[in-house]
């Protein structure tokens, strides 16, 4: 079996030697102006990766989120991946997991007070967002680092410990959606999921791996779990250690909080769904069964932010079935003491942009 696969694998390699060879067409067409790229008068930051997902891009958003909400007015732009729409929209109280995407929804639940928007073509969407929201001060561009239409002022590039793009393919060969090239539009690189205890020696190791460009920042984060809370109310739940845990979730790589729930819980179990996926009836139901197929009498389902704003989309469905669900947050938090500076250099960036606003 492992060699039918080699065997598959290598018959992919010249399509991802052909997919990688138009990509990098087109990038040159927007290095050299052939494809134009537009530029706005406000901070504008991209925060995007070179692979296929995966990477833990959305608690670094948040992390921005909450860096630069209570400073400047800020606002959110996403493509709105998997929703039901098309086109911009603007949330408001209305908006849902269906009509915005889940990751855009779960910045509006989570940060009211900043505006959250989505639009598949960005370079249109920016003004028809300072059309609406002329007051706005820095927009970040989720997921946007291969969407070269507009030229943000600041692009960060996430990369993921174990998957690092140094040691990727294009796809469908590898993993990354262009060439390792595409690392030079940086201005700054994070390698995401490290491992808390990371040595500094390692540190030399990958920065010698990655070796970034001259005015390259390179940062090094680490997921950070936070308390399990109640995805209806809210509330904080208390689940013993002794508990048989069932992880229902579809996100890209289940795996750093599947490993953190093991070392939390005695006893826990994964139904896996796909990225994006959007629960039905059917699915409130399995995940009913399979956590009363729990052995002992404490049992719990436990999911994740991005997973909970599409599960609200069937409240009713939950409470005919008297499913508890348990949500475990999570931010990211910078190794080796580097938040600062981390802090320093988006904040410099932000405050050189403004003066041309018009602030």
């Known amino acids: 079996m492992l060699k039918l696969l080699s065997y598959l694998k290598i018959l992919l390699y010249p399509f991802s030697l052909l997919y990688g060879l138009v990509m990098w067409v087109r990038n040159r067409f927007y290095d050299k102006g052939v494809l134009t790229a537009v530029e706005f008068d406000l901070p504008v930051i991209a925060c995007g990766n070179l692979s296929v997902g995966g990477t833990g891009k959305t608690p670094h958003v948040e992390y921005l989120i909450r860096l630069l909400k209570d400073t400047f007015r800020t606002a959110t732009l996403s493509r709105g991946y998997n929703r039901r729409t098309s086109g911009y929209l603007l949330a408001d109280e209305y908006s849902t997991a269906a009509d915005i995407g889940d990751e855009p929804m779960q910045f509006h639940t989570k940060y009211p007070d900043i505006k959250v ?75 995401s999921k490290c491992p808390p205890d990371m040595s500094l020696a390692e540190k030399a190791a990958l920065e010698k791996e990655i070796n970034p460009l001259p005015g390259q920042r390179l940062f090094f984060t680490t997921l950070q779990y936070g308390a399990l809370f109640d995805m ?67 049992k719990m389902v436990i999911t994740t932010e991005k997973d909970a704003v599409r599960l609200h989309l069937l409240q009713k469905e939950l409470a005919e079935q008297n499913l508890q669900i348990a949500v475990m947050p999570v931010e990211i938090s910078f190794l080796f003491g580097e938040a600062e500076s981390f802090n320093n250099f988006i904040f410099d960036y932000v405050a050189r942009q403004l003066p041309a606003f018009g602030q």
Do not use: W
């Open 232 to 298: 209806t109310t809210r509330q904080p739940v208390n689940v013993p250690a002794s508990a048989s845990v069932l992880l229902a979730c579809g996100i890209a790589r289940p795996e750093p909080l599947l490993e953190k729930l093991q070392q939390q819980f005695q006893q826990v179990y994964l139904l896996a769904f796909p990225d994006h996926y959007y629960y039905s009836e059917k699915d409130i139901a399995k995940i009913k069964k399979e956590r009363d197929d729990l052995p002992g009498t404490q």
């Open 117 to 191: 928007c989505v639009g598949e073509e960005r370079m249109l969407a920016i003004p028809q967002l300072l059309g609406e929201e002329p007051d706005t001060q820095v927009i970040l561009l989720d997921d946007a680092f291969q969407h070269r239409s507009v030229k943000p002022g600041m692009n960060i590039l996430i990369t993921e410990y174990n998957r690092l793009f140094t040691r990727d393919h294009v796809v469908p060969f590898g993993r990354l959606r262009e060439g390792r090239s595409g690392y030079q539009r940086a201005n700054c690189i994070i390698v």
